[in-house]
């Protein structure tokens, strides 16, 4: 796969573009950034936006003196968020959704199934999600850090297959381009080694909290997890100009394995199963022939005690192990819905938070 052969994309932009004086959000570099994606969506991709800026947004109405505290951070965020969000919303003709994540979001399993299933149903939907940390009550250990990384982590739990960085940086160079006029730009990374990451500097930017560093950090996680990955000067319009039309821009860090053979390997060996499902046949047949997910008409018994978001074995009812999967459902409620069409899990449990038991993007076959 190409670099531009992708169907979903995570695309980063950082506080540098979104607020390029620290004061504020501003829309001097977003214009090129917004019609790039509505292209990409006219084309039938899917886009997940990680917007940072929140702090940066909100700086200019909180009063502070100094470097702001920890809670005066907090309230820039709180009230920077809804113009974040307004300064974004107002270059779309469609709708816009925000999703405030925290480390510990993403650690949690039952919190990580929540995050995916919300991702999954807005792109249906058409809806463009806008994901940023959530400054306003994150605590220094449930802090992502910086946005590079949250957006890796993004990718992963969306499943894209495509990872860009949006900065005011060309992309990785041999040195730095600041101070060494003959530093020249690396346009491709066939793997990251400890000599790429001594190529990093640090950020001059007083408003980020990021530099080269940890955009090859976030480059790292998502190679390995089968996402390509671009770094790109997000105040040159022309380069989304150049994206469009397929021509090579910034620099690519090349994914190690498929998505497909990231998700399943970790799926099958990473995810310690902590139950199992028994099917009937009928579902065995869609499982292994038609690639569907797995439903609750299908389920004749449960074994083992899981929890919504545990990774669960899926047997036939000679006890033959078919497939390994991430369960929507306890076992607990699976005991009272199983046999029962989709529609009536509300019945049974007074809320339904996925028609699916197990999702086929969220299933491997052994």
């Not at 039952?110 to 299933?117: D, E, L, M, Q």
Request: glycine share 8%; hydrophobic share 40%.
């Amino acid at each position: 796969m190409s670099w531009f052969d992708w169907q979903r994309a995570v695309i980063k932009v950082g506080s540098a573009l979104i607020a390029p004086d620290g004061k504020g959000c501003s829309g001097q570099y977003l214009l090129p950034i917004a019609r790039y994606i509505s292209e990409c969506r006219l084309q039938g991709k899917e886009i997940v936006l990680v917007s940072s800026g929140s702090v940066a947004a909100g700086r200019g109405i909180i009063a502070h003196s100094g470097i702001p505290s920890i809670a005066e951070k907090q309230a820039m965020a709180a009230v920077g968020q809804t113009r974040m969000m307004a300064n974004w919303a107002r270059f779309f003709d469609f709708p816009c959704a925000q999703i405030l994540l925290t480390h510990d979001d993403l650690a949690d399993r039952r919190r990580y199934v929540n995050i995916k299933n919300t991702i999954r149903e807005l792109l249906n939907n058409g809806i463009l999600p806008i994901v940023n940390e959530n400054d306003t009550v994150a605590t220094q250990e449930l802090k992502v850090g910086d946005n590079d990384n949250l957006a890796a982590l993004v990718s992963q739990v969306s499943d894209a297959d495509m990872m860009m960085i949006c900065s005011d940086i060309d992309g990785l160079f041999t040195a730095d381009p600041r101070s060494n006029p003959d530093a020249k730009l690396i346009p491709t990374v066939e793997s990251i080694t400890p000599e790429i990451y001594a190529l990093a500097g640090g950020t001059t930017n007083k408003i980020a909290t990021g530099g080269m560093r940890t955009k090859i950090e976030a480059a790292e996680k998502a190679t390995v997890n089968g996402v390509h990955t671009l770094i790109v000067n997000g105040t040159k319009g022309q380069v989304f100009d150049g994206l469009l039309q397929h021509a090579p821009q910034g620099t690519w860090f090349k994914r190690q394995a498929s998505p497909i053979k990231a998700r399943k390997h970790w799926l099958q060996y990473t995810l310690k199963a902590q139950g199992a499902i028994i099917v009937d046949n009928g579902a065995a047949n869609a499982l292994i022939n038609k690639g569907a997910s797995l439903l609750s008409i299908g389920i004749k018994e449960t074994d083992g005690s899981f929890n919504k978001g545990d990774a669960v074995y899926i047997k036939d009812l000679a006890g033959k192990t078919l497939a390994k999967g991430i369960c929507q459902y306890s076992d607990l409620e699976l005991d009272k819905i199983k046999g029962l069409q989709s529609q009536k899990i509300i019945q049974v449990l007074g809320y339904c938070p996925s028609d699916v038991i197990i999702h086929r993007d969220d299933l491997v076959i052994l």
